[in-house]
């Protein structure tokens, strides 16, 4: 299964996938719709072939959607459908120092793969699993 990891930052945006050597980005900010990003993300990434995707978002999430508004860009983002949007299932986590995938509760292994697309080098995989709360490199 290969992942598209999407990192939603005030500044920018950040995407890598798995077999891809350079994340690909584009400007955010307070313009930024959640329609505006995956239109931008799908066709900077129209040549990578990926399965499902995983965004890190910059505010509250629970139940897979976002709770809030970001307060540093535009509006939509709360109820708005990103598995329609990418047609292919799509995880969010709250975004942090790094973008964390998490896995079911029943399992040991995440389910879900992500390439932190931040302060590390896009080389380095980061697995977290749910349960054990551990890093895996």
């Known amino acids: 299964m290969i992942v598209l990891v999407v990192d939603i930052g005030g500044t920018s945006v950040k995407m890598l996938t798995s077999g891809q050597d350079e994340r690909r980005t584009f400007p955010s900010g307070r313009t930024l719709t959640p329609q505006r990003m995956v239109a931008e993300a799908k066709r900077l990434t129209q040549d990578w072939k990926y399965d499902v995707v995983s965004i890190g978002y910059p505010g509250l999430v629970a139940g897979n959607r976002p709770l809030a508004e970001?307060?540093?860009l535009g509006r939509g983002w709360v109820g708005f459908n990103f598995e329609s949007a990418f047609q292919?299932?799509?995880k969010q986590c709250k975004k942090r120092?790094?973008?964390r995938v998490a896995a079911p509760a029943t399992t040991r292994m995440p389910s879900w793969v992500g390439f932190d697309c931040g302060r590390h080098r896009p080389s380095e995989p980061r697995l977290w699993t749910v349960r054990s709360r551990t890093w895996q490199q």
Do not use: A, G, H
């Open 70 to 72: 970001p307060r540093n």
């Open 88 to 90: 292919c299932p799509v």
């Open 97 to 99: 120092n790094s973008l």
